[in-house]
């Protein structure tokens, strides 16, 4: 992936992958680092709550690829799930960052 190093050096630089950092209670830190400053830059924080909705949310997506299956149901819940993910990683970063 492609990004501009924006409260660093500025430049852009490409990252294969996110590093995880376990923090302990279960929590994990999904972050990449500027490979010119050093800056680094975290994408979310899960903890087991939300790895198992990540768990979730992938065996529903399984789903799409079976063509008996309903798609519309399907759907339906993985946009439950994605909220219910984006929700709970909001309170989990604030828990954790304090802002
Ligand atoms: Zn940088």
């Given at each position: 992936m492609k990004t501009n190093c924006d409260a660093g050096?500025?430049?852009?630089?490409?990252?294969e992958d996110f590093s995880i950092d376990k923090l302990g209670g279960g929590i994990e830190k999904v972050y990449f680092v500027c490979p010119h400053c050093d800056k680094e830059y975290v994408a979310f924080y899960t903890d087991d709550e939300i790895r198992k909705l990540q768990a979730r949310i992938r065996r529903v997506q399984?789903?799409?690829?079976?063509?008996n299956d309903n798609h519309e149901d399907a759907a339906k819940?993985?946009?439950d799930l994605k909220q219910q993910i984006k929700e709970k990683m909001g309170v989990l970063r604030v828990k954790i960052e304090g802002v």
């Open positions: 050096c500025q430049k852009s630089f490409e990252f399984r789903r799409f690829s079976d063509p819940k993985e946009a």
